[in-house]
Structures are given as C-alpha cells and as structure tokens.
C-alpha cells in the first residue's frame, strides 16, 4: 500500500496534537520505522545542518538523514511546547519496579500506532494502511521524483539492494503508466 501525496497531506493534518502531526511527519519524511521514530532523542536533532542522526537502527547500523525546514519549524514548535527532556516523543513517565520490569518515558510501540491510525481515520483514508506504510510511501515517492535507488537504499538503511528493488514495482517512473485498453477504444471517456 502506498499513499498519495494528498493522503499524506491530509493523515499529517488529521491530528489535533502537535505532536502527533509532527510524528507523523517524521515517519513519512524521513521513512522512519516505528521503533526509530520512538528512539529520537533531542540529541539526535541537528537543525543547523537539518540532520536526523538515526542511531542503531535495524542491524545496529547509524544513519544521517536529511530534515526539511517544514520538519524542523515542526519539530522546534513541539520542543517548546513539550520541553521534552530526553526522549522526543514522550509517554507515561517511568514507572519503577513494576511488573515486567522498569519502562523509560519513550511513546510506545502501541502508542505510534494508536496515533496513526487514528489520524487515517480522521483524514477519511479507507486504504488499509500501518506505520510501515508511510516508510513504503516514502521510499515510492523519492524514486517517482527521481532520486536514485543507491539513495533511497542508504537513506532507508537496507542491507542489500534487492531489499530496495521491491519499490521498483509499485513506483510509477518516467516509463509509460499502465492503462486499459478501453481508454484508447472511449477517449472521450
């Protein structure tokens, strides 16, 4: 499944919480995974360069990827508003000694997707979609605007090209997009 650039316009729109806008923003701007997007400290951000430093992402591996100036108004406006003190995105606070053991104050994995799929609700998106989707989204999107696939595999922080290639297939390029037949036959519609 992959959005359209106006589903995405609208599902970064939907939530009333700045934080959840900016969230979700990031997942698609940067095509983050759930777990990445939960591990943002304040540390990680550079605006001055409009880098995100994503630190052991899938295989332990670090990555710099690149932040827009609409991500980053963003992301100054949550800082102010949140004064988050470690974790970007914050949840319940610590709990000691609990049951299961000791959990820091990062969003949940449950909680990202409680706030995503709550803002498709409220954008009317009836495709079935996940948090991975905007990562898919994302990476189709680069490929459509003609960013190289060696690029786009860095930027997601995959291992093998092949991994990447899947994007190939749903992408629809500079090559001539599929069509029915029946469009020749009624051109007028």
């Known amino acids: 499944v992959v959005l359209s650039a106006e589903e995405v316009r609208r599902l970064i729109k939907a939530p009333r919480l700045l934080k959840h806008r900016v969230l979700i923003g990031l997942l698609y701007g940067c095509g983050l995974r759930c777990f990445e997007v939960r591990n943002i400290t304040l540390a990680d951000l550079d605006f001055d ?25 963003g992301l100054k406006a949550l800082i102010e508003s949140e004064k988050p003190d470690k974790w970007l995105f914050s949840g319940k606070q610590a709990v000691e000694g609990r049951a299961g053991g000791s959990f820091d104050s990062r969003y949940s994995q449950k909680g990202v997707q409680w706030a995503v799929n709550e803002a498709r609700k409220a954008a009317g998106i009836i495709k079935p979609m996940t948090v991975h989707t905007l990562r898919h989204t ?48 009624y051109p007028e519609g």
């Open 138 to 185: 994302y990476a189709t999107h680069l490929l459509e605007e003609g960013l190289d696939i060696m690029s786009i595999k860095d930027l997601l922080g995959h291992e093998s090209i092949d991994t990447t290639l899947v994007y190939l297939h749903v992408a629809q390029n500079d090559r001539v997009k599929p069509f029915s037949p029946l469009e020749r036959l």
């Open 49 to 73: 360069r409009k880098l995100l430093h994503v630190r052991k992402g899938k295989g332990r591996k670090d990555r710099y990827l690149p932040l827009c100036d609409l991500l980053i108004r």
